[in-house]
């Protein structure tokens, strides 16, 4: 057998590192990713389907006077399917399958830190999202007719926000799902919510203006309006605005719950 | 590891005398301190209540107790998982909480419940941990340690319960740490394999590792421990070496009168408790109370049935004090 001894104590040894610990977490999740068949099948057709789906739906009449083309709403909603599908669900099945498994408990018995943890267990799925975007906005240029984006900054900006705001729900989101069966019930209705009120299946522009003010509070309108715009250009500084504070609030919203309810042990 | 390994009666495993078991445990010395430590639950529920001792540098210290004793809710505090609500833990001189950065890469942890991925093999696992855990050990020599070499390519779920406590006390050993927690170790380990984690434990109290045991097997805190306290209801009962705690406990005489021989016949200077025939005798003299009995015996020609001696053992010690505590509450009640 081998030995004990040696150097006890770890004045000399290298100490780990943020990014070396983060490395660690995110290359055993992208092994885990990979072996669970039904979340690759689902981040990986589910968008495509949907934008497809939302292409042959939609008719260019209903958006005549919004400045959108059925390309564009139906790309940049593919957009925000993929954060809620690809980040958002997949997220909250993970954290609870590594709650339930009593991964979670263990790793906190460790040198990584809480915040470490949840985000090197969201590192695939957020690479993921991030694939199938670049996937998206090269598909829309080179075969659906769509101009390169026009302020890729304010894409990549509405692209980090949405990965941080679906990463922090779905941490929230698992506090109250008990298993990784009920997850499929309990990312329902933020997935229902933001297909019709967030501008992912229908644009906001062509709903009546008091229902579209309420819309464009809702968690994943901002993320969808700094996309759309990112992209398809257009909205003017105060929409923007009101955009960006409205995803940054929900952020925080949702950052601080889970600061203060995340669950680290199975419930007893 | 093969049963070749386990080495006979070794001399430094003699029990230490009393004084230098405790003064070796001063607190400059001390890895653990704690000090009037309490824990309670969202149910008000008082998992410990005011728990105190100390462990020294080198020392295998067990914590022993009934279920629910409170040993689990103990070792966490002093893990760092959660803040005590009264009192005041200190691990290799830090507050394991509030410094857990310094505390950390310096401790290994196995939980008595922890979990690893059940898709990931034996070795992407081992790897993880690797990665977050200072001048971690090579994977392969982890695996060797424990006796897991041979499984690196199996996924988690497909191991044993065993095999399974053993891959969690690799990733506890993966930092080659000065403190060691290991909360119930042995659980669900076969004879062979509760052998061989008690020669790895006693392999690194050698090399110099401090360790802390939780454990309800009476015999591994015999074989194992320099010092061990007995916790129940959240609070240490008793504490000492082994020799220590049985020290002030009752030897135990038992047999069998045969039938027509009243238990009122033994003599009177016996303490004795008879069920029907069968009589336990509780005594802190015990060669003159065999004596007394032995004597009886021959001069009334009478057999004594499965005649069993033993000197207070640890178990004596463990079932007396949880009796013993149990009564108490129920005339304080």
Known sequence: ???????????????????????????????????????????????????????????????????????????????????????????????????????????????????????????????LALAQTVVIVVAGTAFFGLAAPQRPELLLAGLLLGVVLLAALAAATSVVTRTVQTSQLTTLPLFFISMMGSGLFVPLEVMPDPMASVCELLPVTGVMTLVRTGWLGGAGGSDLLVAAVTGLAWTGFAVFAVQRRFRWDPRR | MTSDDIPGNRPDRTVTPVTAASASASRSDAVIEATGVRRRYAGGFEAVAGVSFSVARGELFALLGTNGAGKTSTVELLEGLAVPDGGTVRVLGHDPFRERAAVRPRIGVMLQEGGFPSELTVTETVRMWAGCTSGARPTGEALELVGLSHRGRVRVKQLSGGERRRLDLAMALLGRPEMLFLDEPTTGLDAEGRRDTWELVRELRDGGTTVLLTTHYLEEAETLADRLAIMHRGRIVTAGTTAEVTAARPSRIRFELPEGVPAARLPLGLRAAADGQRIEIRTHRLQESLDELLTWARESDVRLLGLDARSASLEEAFLDIAQSASESEKVAA
């Open chain 1, 1 to 127: 057998m081998a030995s004990t001894t040696g150097t006890t104590g770890t004045g000399t040894a290298a100490r780990t590192t943020v990014r070396g610990r983060l490395t660690a977490l995110g290359r055993a999740e992208v092994f885990l990713l990979a072996r669970n068949r039904t979340a690759v099948f689902v981040s990986l057709l589910m968008p495509a389907a949907m934008v497809l789906a939302m292409k042959s739906a939609l008719k260019q009449s209903v958006l005549d006077g919004t400045g959108l083309s059925v390309a564009g709403a139906a790309l940049t909603g593919g957009i925000g399917i993929v954060l809620i599908q690809a980040v958002y669900m997949n997220l909250v099945s993970s954290y609870v399958a590594r709650r339930e498994d009593l991964v979670l408990k263990r790793l906190r018995t460790g040198e990584v830190t809480d915040p470490e943890i949840l985000v090197g267990t969201a590192l695939p799925s957020v690479a």
